[in-house]
């Protein structure tokens, strides 16, 4: 289990992440060899297997832990009609200022001082706020025209509303039920920025929960609950991570009240989920705009009525760069410094690195057999070069729950030695009986 980092949680931990995701292969700047574009990433060999647990562990605890939630993959491109129903074309803008004398642009809302341009020092050279719409705009086929135009949606949400008589009669589900999607979406952010946490393309992880009118704010407090619960359970210390129900003016256009998971960032506290109590909103203006009813029958009461919905929305982006963040550890071991990711097993984009002692002739084959055996079960990396201790300590920065070290005495006693990660600790143990040792050690 991942402790409390003795690091400062200050910039030069945010130097630290930014500089290991490079060094070893989390996060890459995007279009790097043409000088970067524009606050976009890619995740490298060692990224994309974070990210891929903490979507798998979402998808595990919100949809294969559970009877009442379905899942759900539904399209990125979008017609305008989808956004004009869901207030997005309207109320999805950031108010605009441009400074008349150096031209920079600004979102006003942010400004500290509403009168002076932060970049020129120029005073009263603003221009009248404007409201930017966040939505990327495209076009559908090879005509551009306006009966052509589509966006790329802004958020996954909607695709389980226009979805929602599919599902329910396809999926025998009745309300209190939820559809989960995790997904890429696009918002145009006027400043981008904090490496992933916030950029232009990013992945949610969002549930639409539809529950009887008179049960939503039950749904609410469980869903509040249930998700603060699955950061800490992933390893995310208490003392930094909190629920900050939003005041009266900072709810959305759509919400009768939410509440934040905010982590202490080594800039301050950030949102990385936001739990919605999104009432009949959607449902209704889907219902107005396409005509199709979104309602339940309840057969038993004999009534028919329209679901309330609470929405748990999570950023798998920004939460990755949180679990690293949290699980980011320097010690000192013998007279060095130890960086390790003290990543929860579930997490760790490695869960077994097999490592033979030298690159001598006869550990070779014995080492490829072990990898052979656990790579059905597990991710597993295997390194022959360098000194077995710089291997460790590489496996130790990409967060490698147990090292596996196949060594001459091996090939006398059929054993290994099993290196725990956070305690460093060794132990011996039969080959054969490697994956009962694991297994259990990595859930
Ligand atoms: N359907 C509701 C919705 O989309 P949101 O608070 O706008 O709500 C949910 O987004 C989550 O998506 C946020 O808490 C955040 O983690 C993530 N997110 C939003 N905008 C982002 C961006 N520009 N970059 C990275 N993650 C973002």
Redesign the pocket.
Known sequence: MPVESSVPNDVSLMEKIVNLSKRRGFVFPSAEIYGGFRSTYDYGPIGVQLLRNVKDAWWRSMVQMRDDVVGLDASILSPPAIWEASGHLKNFTDPLVDCRKCHERFREDQLEDPTTCPSCGEKDSFTEARNFNLMFKTQAGPVESDAAVAYLR????QGMFINFSNVLQTSRKKPPFGIAQIGK?F?N?IT?GNF?????E?E?M?LEFFVPPEDAQKWYEYWCAERYRWYIDLGIPESRLRMRPHDADELSHYSSGTS?VEFLFPWGWG????V?NRGDYDLTQHSLHSGEKLEYFDQGLNIRYRPHVI?P???A???MMAFLLAAYDEEEVRGELRTVLRLHPRLAPYKVAVLPLSKKDELTPVAREVLGMLQPLMMCDYDETQAIGRRYRRQDELGTPFCVTVDFDTLEDQAVTVRERDSMEQERVAIADLPGYLLPRLV
């Open positions: 802004p958020e996954t949400a979406s918002r952010e981008p992933v946490f916030r950029t232009r990013f949610q969002e934040d949102e990385l989920e936001g919605a929405e929305a999570a950023g982006t920004r939460t």
